[in-house]
């Protein structure tokens, strides 16, 4: 077992690139991810034991995030809680343009804890991936984060 050190905004990233990327109203595939394309079965099972570690870091981040927007957000009409990026927002009444507004000093200290904290690092264990488990791949995927956890080999540098 291999371990890397990625920032926490990389797991997201490493997420989807593993599992692939959907829009969520129109279910359009965005990117298939690299779980599915044609890959050997032992290599596709140390891929997902990766993607199984990402997620449980991802859902921890999630955690997080969430108490960030307990921390600064403030209930909505819905009773939702909400940053919005304005405040004071004054509207022309005719026009319905914004004739001023500013910007939210919470939403500011959310911004700057949360890329505080995707900016941590954190430590991954894996299987050592080598250039060569992907040999047979032909993928129009991009796969930047990924690559960081393969090994390559003197012979195919």
Do not use: C
Not at 66 to 72: A, G, P, R
Not at 135 to 152: A, C, Q
Request: charged content about 35%; hydrophobic content about 35%; proline content about 2%.
């Amino acid at each position: 077992m291999e371990k890397t050190v990625l920032k926490l905004q990389e797991f997201y990233a490493l997420e989807t690139e593993l599992l692939g990327l959907k829009n969520n109203q129109t279910n359009e595939v965005i990117s298939k991810g690299l779980l599915s394309e044609k890959i050997k079965l032992t290599t596709k099972y140390w891929l997902n034991d990766l993607s199984k570690k990402i997620i449980t870091e991802k859902e921890e981040l999630d955690k997080l995030r969430t108490e960030l927007i307990t921390k600064h957000g403030t209930p909505d009409k819905e009773g939702n809680l909400t940053i919005p990026f304005y405040i004071n927002e004054v509207v022309d009444e005719e026009t319905n343009e914004v004739v001023s507004r500013e910007i939210n000093p919470s939403f500011q200290s959310f911004q700057k804890e949360f890329n505080d904290l995707l900016n941590e690092e954190r430590e991954i264990e894996h299987y050592a991936f080598k250039l060569e488990d992907f040999d047979n791949v032909e993928s129009e995927g991009v796969y930047s984060t990924f690559f960081k956890l393969i090994k390559v080999s003197e012979e195919n540098a």
